[in-house]
């Protein structure tokens, strides 16, 4: 009987403890404080009970074992927050609170579950890295200081029915990662909800919720996800496309948004198949010119795909410039067959697809931007042809 | 071998009677904790330093032993080694602008501040 080997802590009163390896199973209830790191060995099991209150004082727990946690809560001054270090699917944190540390779980590596879980007030709620997998699901993420969930470093772990809300800077941010499932998660008054950025970060988000976000979702610096089936509603920015990103765009609800859609910076998405209702303007670009991206964007990037100086702000993972040139610079962003609205299909109805459709502002609004002394030609949409009726099955 | 090969066998930590010091702090003049001071040789600051500090605290403030006098190039960041990460704080000793500090043998030197910001 594995409960057997368990030694059991059964603690009354706040107990301060030393340093502490964990190098045979244990468990601990009730309430317990340490100031000094506790370090769960390989192949042992350290579970914590339901009800239990963890306080941590410049300290952290490191597990290399496992860790079996439910219903407890984690808290602590200048504390690190949990570290998880190659667990696999059988280390188990649900329905707990994890608050006010560094970092309230870090995860290198490993498949762990993570389930259920209220991350608030952390500078970062959770950072994956290390190829993590797994799961977090129906997590909450609330008012942490830089990141609620922060993806990296070919990490694949699935994000199922979480909840993202007032984080001070990101929401989610995927860096060089791909989520094997991020679908089913509500990003609600974030600064940005959900941001996806750098070559290689190309994953699918699919039927996400994204409300009152001062922007929505961000995609920059050459990721190429594909955006499907999501509702970005009264956002100041629905989605922010930036610095040669060019995602596909489709089945997505784009509602009462100040801008819905933002391209910038010689970005060539492909926008098809969504519905653009009530935005004070649908789709907005700005300093987006093919021929500047012809004459001056490799040299723009220059620093950043060839320089290794971290100092020079450009040490970020390689890229070649042929990864990140657009591949085709026409002068047009596309995006025909959205339906725009009664309004919008009524209007185009009238204009045709040479018109200047007033939820658009493109180059037929603004013909040139001026960069570094010399005016370049903006864009223009291609929003021809377009659909006469409802695209996405979406709950209006 | 050299002495900076023998710093490196000696341990980067240990004490010596040349140092730098001064405080790590964001643009708002606030100061940073957990960020290394790296010294390099090579003006590009690439490859590996020949020394660095531990982390800084709360206070921001660093103190860095060399082995040895000498001209060396200063950038501070959150992690030493690999590519510059988003939320990453860096950068660089702007006293010269290109970030040289002479340093005298058997000197404990202040640099004043060096600013850092967030990398995202």
Same mark, same amino acid.
């Given at each position: 009987?594995?409960?057997c080997?368990?030694i059991?802590?059964?603690?009354?009163?706040?107990?301060?403890a030393?340093?502490l390896?964990?190098?045979?199973?244990t468990?601990w209830?009730g309430?317990?404080s340490f100031?000094e790191?506790?370090?769960v060995?390989?192949e042992?099991t350290?579970?914590?009970?339901?009800g239990?209150?963890?306080?941590?004082?410049?300290?952290?727990l490191?597990?290399?074992?496992?860790?079996? !946690?439910?219903?407890?809560e984690?808290?602590?001054?200048s504390w690190e927050?949990l570290?998880?270090?190659?667990?696999?699917?059988?280390?188990?944190?649900?329905?707990?609170v994890?608050k006010?540390a560094a970092?309230?779980i870090?995860?290198?590596g490993g498949?762990?579950?993570?389930e259920?879980l209220?991350?608030?007030?952390?500078?970062v709620g959770?950072e994956?890295r290390?190829?993590?997998?797994g799961?977090?699901?129906n997590?909450?993420f609330? !008012?942490?200081r830089?990141?609620?969930?922060?993806i990296?470093?070919?990490s694949?772990?699935?994000?199922?029915d979480?909840r993202?809300?007032?984080n001070?800077?990101?929401?989610?941010?995927l860096?060089?990662?791909?989520p094997q499932?991020?679908q089913?998660?509500d990003?609600?008054?974030n600064?940005?909800?959900?941001?996806?950025a750098y070559?290689?970060?190309?994953?699918?988000?699919?039927?996400n919720?994204?409300?009152e976000n001062?922007?929505a979702?961000q995609?920059?610096r050459?990721?190429?996800?594909?955006?499907?089936?999501n509702?970005?509603? !009264?956002?100041?920015?629905g989605?922010?496309?930036?610095?040669?990103?060019?995602?596909l765009v489709?089945g997505?609800?784009?509602?009462?948004?100040?801008?819905g859609v933002?391209?910038?910076y010689?970005s060539?998405?492909?926008i098809?198949?969504n519905?653009?209702?009530?935005?004070e303007?649908?789709?907005?670009?700005?300093f987006?010119s093919?021929a500047?991206e012809?004459?001056?964007g490799a040299?723009?990037r220059s620093?950043?795909?060839?320089a290794?100086?971290a100092?020079?702000?450009?040490?970020?993972r390689?890229?070649t410039?042929d990864d990140?040139?657009?591949k085709?610079?026409n002068?047009?962003?596309?995006?025909?067959d959205n339906w725009w609205?009664?309004?919008?299909?009524?209007?185009?109805a009238k204009?045709?697809?040479?018109?200047?459709?007033s939820?658009?502002?493109?180059?037929r609004?603004?013909?040139?931007?001026?960069?570094?002394?010399?005016e370049?030609?903006?864009?223009k949409?291609a929003h021809?042809?377009?659909?006469?009726v409802?695209?996405?099955?979406l709950?209006? | 071998?050299?002495?900076?090969?023998?710093?490196?066998?000696?341990?980067?930590?240990a004490?010596?009677d040349?140092?730098?010091h001064?405080?790590?702090v964001?643009?708002?003049?606030?100061?940073?904790?957990e960020?290394?001071?790296?010294?390099y040789?090579?003006?590009r600051?690439?490859?590996k330093?020949v020394?660095?500090?531990?982390?800084t605290?709360?206070d921001?403030?660093?103190e860095?032993?060399?082995s040895?006098g000498g001209?060396?190039?200063?950038?501070a960041?959150?992690?030493?080694?690999?590519?510059l990460?988003?939320?990453?704080?860096?950068?660089?000793f702007d006293?010269?602008?290109d970030?040289?500090?002479?340093?005298?043998?058997?000197t404990?030197?202040?640099?004043?501040?060096?600013?850092?910001k967030?990398f995202?």
């Amino acid at each position: 009987m594995r409960l057997c080997l368990l030694i059991l802590m059964v603690l009354a009163c706040v107990t301060p403890a030393a340093a502490l390896v964990i190098d045979r199973d244990t468990l601990w209830t009730g309430k317990q404080s340490f100031n000094e790191d506790v370090l769960v060995m390989q192949e042992v099991t350290l579970t914590i009970a339901p009800g239990s209150k963890l306080h941590f004082s410049g300290a952290r727990l490191e597990v290399a074992g496992r860790l079996v !946690a439910q219903g407890a809560e984690f808290s602590g001054e200048s504390w690190e927050g949990l570290r998880l270090k190659g667990t696999d699917a059988t280390t188990r944190i649900s329905d707990c609170v994890i608050k006010g540390a560094a970092t309230g779980i870090f995860v290198q590596g490993g498949s762990p579950l993570l389930e259920r879980l209220t991350l608030s007030g952390n500078k970062v709620g959770i950072e994956l890295r290390g190829k993590a997998a797994g799961k977090v699901v129906n997590c909450r993420f609330i !008012a942490n200081r830089k990141v609620g969930l922060f993806i990296k470093d070919d990490s694949t772990t699935a994000v199922i029915d979480c909840r993202f809300e007032n984080n001070l800077r990101y929401g989610a941010y995927l860096y060089h990662a791909l989520p094997q499932v991020f679908q089913g998660n509500d990003f609600v008054k974030n600064d940005i909800g959900l941001m996806i950025a750098y070559h290689g970060s190309d994953p699918t988000v699919e039927n996400n919720r994204f409300e009152e976000n001062n922007i929505a979702i961000q995609v920059d610096r050459a990721a190429r996800p594909e955006l499907r089936g999501n509702q970005l509603r !009264a956002n100041q920015t629905g989605l922010y496309i930036y610095r040669r990103s060019d995602p596909l765009v489709t089945g997505n609800l784009i509602e009462a948004n100040g801008v819905g859609v933002l391209v910038a910076y010689s970005s060539y998405p492909q926008i098809t198949g969504n519905d653009f209702l009530k935005n004070e303007m649908a789709l907005k670009l700005e300093f987006q010119s093919s021929a500047w991206e012809s004459q001056r964007g490799a040299d723009a990037r220059s620093g950043e795909t060839t320089a290794r100086s971290a100092f020079a702000g450009q040490g970020m993972r390689s890229v070649t410039e042929d990864d990140r040139r657009a591949k085709r610079l026409n002068g047009t962003v596309r995006a025909g067959d959205n339906w725009w609205g009664e309004g919008g299909t009524a209007e185009l109805a009238k204009i045709g697809k040479t018109g200047n459709p007033s939820f658009i502002y493109d180059g037929r609004d603004q013909a040139t931007f001026v960069d570094a002394g010399e005016e370049f030609p903006l864009d223009k949409v291609a929003h021809a042809p377009w659909s006469t009726v409802p695209l996405t099955e979406l709950k209006r | 071998m050299d002495l900076h090969a023998k710093r490196q066998a000696d341990g980067v930590f240990a004490r010596t009677d040349t140092v730098l010091h001064g405080q790590v702090v964001d643009a708002d003049d606030l100061p940073v904790s957990e960020v290394y001071v790296f010294a390099y040789l090579d003006s590009r600051m690439v490859g590996k330093p020949v020394h660095m500090s531990v982390p800084t605290g709360g206070d921001g403030q660093f103190e860095m032993f060399l082995s040895d006098g000498g001209a060396y190039y200063i950038g501070a960041r959150s992690a030493f080694g690999g590519p510059l990460e988003p939320g990453e704080w860096v950068g660089t000793f702007d006293g010269e602008p290109d970030h040289k500090v002479i340093v005298k043998q058997g000197t404990n030197e202040d640099l004043g501040t060096i600013v850092v910001k967030e990398f995202w």
